[in-house]
Nanobody
Framework: QVQLVESGGGLVQAGGSLRLSCVAS????????MGWFRQAPGKEREFVAAIRWTDWTGESTYYADSVKGRFTVSRDNAKNTVYLRMTSLKPEDTALYYC????????????????WGQGTQVTVSS
């Protein structure tokens, strides 16, 4: 079992930045592929970014087109934490942001991730 807790959300003006954190407990984070998702009111859950690390390929990441170039996902295995650095925020980035973990799956389908946090709210004002 992996428990995930997100933090770092808040209210920010358009053009501003935030850094979200996702702390894992119960298992070593390095064994898991991690994803960030978001859900705005009245909309479906949306993939944001994913990150993984393997002995063979090292670290790899990928992003939804809507956030590419503005958001950066990273991980600190020593702290069992994954981060989502968000810059140039737009009102359309307003959503509840979740992190997710899976031991095998690495991708954009939320249904494939086994573990989820409770979410942290990001609100971007215009």
């Amino acid at each position: 079992q992996v428990q995930l807790v997100e933090s770092g959300g808040g209210l920010v003006q358009a053009g501003g930045s935030l850094r979200l954190s996702c702390v894992a407990s119960g298992r070593t984070l390095s064994r898991y592929n991690m994803g960030w998702f978001r859900q705005a009111p009245g909309k479906e859950r949306e993939f944001v970014a994913a990150i993984r690390w393997t002995d063979w390929t090292g670290e790899s990441t990928y992003y939804a087109d809507s956030v590419k170039g503005r958001f950066t996902v990273s991980r600190d295995n020593a702290k069992n934490t994954v981060y989502l650095r968000m810059t140039s925020l737009k009102p359309e980035d307003t959503a509840l942001y979740y992190c997710a973990a899976d031991a095998k799956y690495y991708g954009s389908s939320g249904n494939e991730y086994d573990y989820w946090g409770q979410g942290t709210q990001v609100t971007v004002s215009s």
